[in-house]
Nanobody, 127 residues
Framework: QVQVAESGGGLAQAGESLRLSCTAS????????MGWFRQAPGKEREGISC????????YYADSVEGRFTISRDNAKNTLYLQMNSLKPEDTAMYYC????????????????????WGQGTQVTVSS
């Protein structure tokens, strides 16, 4: 049975940092492109950062470019999202995803491109 699990969410004040991690059981993450989607209250879910199988190609949404860093350690079967300079508008549920599609780093693609999803971890940023 495949399980994908995020950790590292929580409460932060504006300007602070958090690091999200994503691990999987029953799944070799190195076989998949991966990414982070988020859904803020009252908004649609969006792909904010994605990374290719080897980590050589990366996409960031404009809203997080320059503040967030995605990385992966395939040996540890783990995906990370380092979030710096957090803003209240970063408040959302963050989801780790894994899938076969890759758009060359131009965007993360559709939710339907990702077969595996974690349950999400809540990030709340206060002003």
């Amino acid at each position: 049975q495949v399980q994908v699990a995020e950790s590292g969410g929580g409460l932060a004040q504006a300007g602070e940092s958090l690091r999200l991690s994503c691990t999987a059981s029953g799944l070799t993450l190195a076989d998949y492109a991966m990414g982070w989607f988020r859904q803020a209250p009252g908004k649609e879910r969006e792909g904010i950062s994605c990374i290719s199988w080897s980590g050589g190609s990366i996409y960031y949404a404009d809203s997080v470019e320059g503040r967030f860093t995605i990385s992966r350690d395939n040996a540890k079967n783990t995906l990370y999202l380092q979030m710096n300079s957090l803003k209240p508008e970063d408040t959302a549920m963050y989801y780790c995803v894994a899938g076969d599609a890759w758009y060359g780093g131009s965007w993360c693609g559709l939710e339907s491109d990702y077969k595996y999803w974690g349950q999400g971890t809540q990030v709340t940023v206060s002003s």
